[in-house]
């Protein structure tokens, strides 16, 4: 993979799937990068703003939720197989105050993309494991997460247009 794959046409279901989202469209999420096997998104700390004046931990996990969910989405696409991705459960550490954009990066944890849609073509569902992050400034981590996502068919994904 290249380090710009943003203009590849399965981020646009990616994208548009986002824009479906009131959450993330309220957040300000957009595509950052994508390549060698990460998907990274990114928000404004405006929106996302807590009472003291940092990330909120909502947002911040929002985002990296989004990250991993995207992520799986896009391999999917990309390996044929179009699903509806969901996340089963996570868990989430925040480790230090944030006081700038958000950005979450996500990546498969455990296995790989090419079993995961074997397992998908096969049954007709899937699962994966994916990992997050959102970085801070002098790149140390804001927040991590660990995260089950499961693939299922059933076409409910309509990926509204903004």
């Known amino acids: 993979m290249t380090d710009n794959e943003l203009n590849d046409p399965f981020l646009a279901t990616v994208r548009s799937q986002l824009c479906a989202i009131p959450l993330a469209r309220q957040m300000q999420i957009e595509i950052a990068h994508a390549g060698d096997g990460r998907l990274r998104l990114r928000a404004p700390l405006a ?11 909502g947002s911040l996990v929002s985002l990296m939720t989004l990250a ?35 950005e979450a990066e996500a990546w498969l944890e455990e296995g790989q993309w090419e079993e995961f849609a074997a397992t998908f073509r096969q049954r007709g569902r899937a699962r994966c494991r994916i990992a997050a992050r959102i970085v801070l400034p002098d790149g140390g981590d804001a927040s991590v997460l660990s995260g089950r996502y499961v693939a299922l068919s059933g076409g409910r994904s309509s990926g509204a247009s903004c």
């Open 47 to 57: 929106p996302n703003i807590n009472d003291k004046g940092s990330a909120f931990g």
């Open 68 to 102: 991993g969910w995207g992520l799986a989405t896009w391999q999917l696409a990309r390996a044929g197989v179009p699903a509806d991705v969901y996340v089963a459960d996570s868990s989430v550490r925040y480790l230090a105050p944030l006081y700038d954009t958000l």
